[in-house]
């Protein structure tokens, strides 16, 4: 039996990429491999630009889960009355350092579409529904297939060429948040321009100031 360690927890609008505007339960997973979460660390982290805190359990909804059923209850809750298009996102920090055979069986089970949105570091559940991939430069991608690849924009030290290669469905590239966001918006813009089989996605959410 695993217990499974969750940062936060909330129903919400999917803010970003093809599923942009969908309802759904977020799941944050703690931990990530990429980047300790401690500022400390963020200068010598492989990745350096991300803007979710994953540490601890101590968010809203947030907690550590005895096994795949009570994590998969947790969802149910915050979805609320009815079975229709139930939709989860189990995001991070890193979801595959905990997502296994028994949460994605008891989430099917709960009759939810499964979406993650992982760094590509670690291969992704086979029978996850929606495989979203953001590369992070220097890290070592396996998973180089899926649904989406929502690729952060600029990133130093990632060839578009070499991505382009990877068998992803759809190839989206966002603006990296950051003081420079009108130079970064503008980068993003002149990539699908120029490659028009990327797509532009912006952080709508936000936008609308909602989680």
């Known amino acids: 039996m695993v217990a499974y360690a969750v940062k936060e927890m909330f129903l919400t609008l999917q803010g970003e990429g093809v599923n942009a505007g969908a309802r759904a339960v977020f799941v944050r997973f703690a931990g990530c491999n990429l980047w300790s979460g401690r500022e400390a660390d963020r200068a010598r982290a492989v990745c350096r630009f991300c803007d979710t805190e994953f540490v601890g359990t101590d968010g809203e909804g947030g907690g550590r889960f005895a096994d795949a059923a009570a994590l998969a209850a947790a969802v149910e809750r915050h979805w609320g009355e009815g079975r229709d298009r139930r939709f989860v996102v189990l995001t991070g920090g ?6 296994d055979d028994a949460a994605v069986d008891a989430l099917h089970v709960a009759g939810f579409r499964i979406a993650i949105e992982s760094n590509g570091t670690l ?31 600029p990133q130093p030290g990632i060839e578009l060429d070499e991505v382009e290669r990877w068998d992803f469905a759809h190839r989206l590239i966002q603006p990296l948040d950051s003081a420079e966001a009108e130079a970064n918006g503008a980068a993003a813009m002149a ?16 936008m609308l100031g909602i989680r």
């Open 94 to 99: 890193e979801p595959m350092l905990q997502v």
């Open 123 to 153: 291969p992704a559940h086979p029978r996850i529904d929606w495989v979203c991939i953001s590369p992070k430069a220097g890290s070592e991608v396996v998973q180089r297939s899926g649904d989406e690849l929502k690729l952060v924009w």
């Open 191 to 206: 990539v699908v321009m120029a490659r028009p089989w990327w797509r532009l996605t912006l952080q709508t959410h936000k």
